[in-house]
T-cell receptor
Framework: AQTVTQSQPEMSVQEAETVTLSCTYD???????LFWYKQPPSRQMILVIR??????QNATENRFSVNFQKAAKSFSLKISDSQLGDAAMYFC?????????????FGTGTRLAVRP | DAGVIQSPRHEVTEMGQEVTLRCKPI?????LFWYRQTMMRGLELLIY????????DSGMPEDRFSAKMPNASFSTLKIQPSEPRDSAVYFC??????????????FGPGTRLTVT
């Protein structure tokens, strides 16, 4: 079974600075997808960024980028120019590529605080 | 376009009562997922359906929980009888299902269930 580990329960960053959230995973599969979801106080789960395991290039979405290290099974999220609206819980998630209809396995989350 | 719709948004009930949570997936999506979020266990999959057929219900806690998907546009999660430990936020998510495997899951706003 796949597992996802987020070792940082809480992180804090100064507004406009950069912060990196860590995620590691364990799988025996070679083809899979990794995701970062944001959950603000409203509870809504919002997809931040997605990485396909077969792609070597790290995914980027505006201020959000990932450092995907497949051999190390590491998938960290970097938030640049942090904004107050980035304050939220961030979840790392894994999904097998066996089919498009498959479940997500989530980490325990990292709560990010942004200091003004 | 309407996203995933869940009802009710909040439910407060007494121990022993039956609780029914409802979900309407995004039109055209063939996969539907029920997740539960608690402080102790984080986000965990309960059950998911592809083309209205249950694929994996290994996450359903016990026989008190049941889920149905009578058609492509509606699913229910029922708890009978409810217990205080069932208190959680229940999310429904949907995604397309097809030859392309990179589909993301779209989450509903969640139902916060409190069993007293």
């Amino acid at each position: 079974a796949q597992t996802v580990t987020q070792s940082q329960p809480e992180m804090s960053v100064q507004e406009a600075e950069t912060v990196t959230l860590s995620c590691t995973y364990d799988t025996s599969e070679s083809d899979y997808y990794l995701f970062w979801y944001k959950q603000p106080p409203s509870r809504q789960m919002i997809l931040v960024i997605r990485q396909e395991a077969y792609k070597q290039q790290n995914a980027t979405e505006n201020r959000f980028s990932v450092n995907f290290q497949k051999a190390a099974k590491s998938f960290s999220l970097k938030i640049s120019d942090s904004q107050l609206g980035d304050a939220a819980m961030y979840f790392c998630a894994y999904r097998s590529a066996r089919s498009s209809g498959d479940k997500l396995t989530f980490g325990t989350g990292t709560r990010l605080a942004v200091r003004p | 376009d309407a996203g995933v719709i869940q009802s009710p948004r909040h439910e407060v009930t007494e121990m022993g009562q039956e609780v029914t949570l409802r979900c309407k997936p995004i039109s055209g999506h063939n996969s539907l997922f029920w997740y539960r979020q608690t402080m102790m266990r984080g986000l965990e999959l309960l059950i998911y359906f592809n083309n209205n057929v249950p694929i994996d219900d290994s996450g359903m806690p016990e026989d008190r929980f049941s889920a149905k998907m009578p058609n492509a546009s509606f699913s229910t999660l029922k708890i009978q009888p409810s217990e205080p430990r069932d208190s959680a936020v229940y999310f429904c998510a949907s995604s397309p299902l097809g030859v392309t495997r990179t589909y993301e899951q779209y989450f509903g706003p969640g139902t916060r269930l409190t069993v007293t």
